[in-house]
């Protein structure tokens, strides 16, 4: 059989002015399509730098360094905002408050040289330090207010401080203002015993009222060669400039009792 040839189907021809069109709306196209991945760019590099702050805050990290004294958290574990998941201990800076009589309000200030001691006041101190900053409020309870106290030191050193230890502290400061100062043995109950002179030359005892402003350590061989332990009494709650203190015999002596001083004898020439 005979079979005619083949005919090969073909699209009629684009013409130029349909072409040109296409191409201008795929062309007017690009606009909007780069805004829009433009967009989904800034959408994806907001999720990274969430993502980045997330490992940031997921990642504990102390503020100073330290050593850790503790963990209070394991691996896994959920914790909410402001939970404790650690305790860490800068030995090289501590912070002690440290209480002092309310009555030395009025010359202890900021700066004053500090020393502590961890056991007996004796000696050189175990470490020094410096007031930082005061309490605006003095506990009427007590009578105290409250220093603090900032201390460098070593973390090796073996007489370093440490949080929670007790300590013994002695406040440096200057005292504008002249007070009398007696033995501290020689105050019993905010009292001292006057041996006052009577016109017959004999001297009695009376009792006097004092008020402590502080007490302090020093060695002063003009007034006593072997004292060490002083205090200075408030202004106005002193004894009269001049009178003779009974430092001895505290517990013997009383309100009324004719004494002698040492040396000392009665116009008559006898002993009381």
């Known amino acids: 059989m005979f079979y005619p040839p083949a005919q090969r189907a073909t699209a009629p021809p684009r013409s130029p002015q349909r072409a040109q069109s296409v191409l201008q709306q795929q062309l007017d196209l690009i606009p909007s399509r780069r805004a829009r991945l433009e967009a989904e760019l800034s959408l994806q590099r907001a999720n990274e730098r969430i993502a980045k702050e997330n490992v940031a805050r997921s990642a ?49 200030k900021v700066g004053d040289e500090v020393r502590l001691w961890v056991r007996d006041v004796d000696g050189e101190p175990d ?63 905010d009292q001292v015993f006057v041996a006052r002179l009577n016109d017959d030359g004999t001297r009695v005892i009376e009792i006097k009222a004092v008020k402590i402003a502080y007490s302090f350590e020093s060695w002063m061989p003009e ?20 009178s003779l203190i009974a430092v001895s ?20 020439g006898e002993s009381p």
């Open 60 to 108: 504990i990290r102390s503020p100073f360094d330290g050593e850790l004294q503790s963990i209070n958290t394991r691996a896994g574990d959920w914790v909410g905002v402001g939970a404790r998941v650690a305790r860490v201990v800068d030995l090289s800076r501590l912070e002690i408050p440290l209480k002092v009589a309310a009555s030395a309000s009025s010359w202890i």
């Open 127 to 189: 470490q020094m330090g410096e007031i930082t900053r005061i309490a605006p409020e003095a506990d009427s309870a007590s009578r105290t207010m409250t220093v603090f106290v900032e201390v460098e030191q070593d973390p090796s050193d073996a007489d370093r401080l440490l949080p929670g230890q007790f300590v013994h502290g002695r406040v440096v400061t200057h005292d504008p203002y002249e007070r009398v100062i007696l033995p501290r043995r020689a105050v019993q109950s």
């Open 223 to 242: 007034i006593d060669p072997i004292e060490t332990q002083w205090v200075a009494l408030e202004i106005g709650y002193e004894p009269v400039e001049g």
């Open 249 to 268: 015999l505290l517990d013997q002596i009383m309100a009324g009792m004719k004494v002698e001083t040492e040396g000392e004898q009665t116009q008559s």
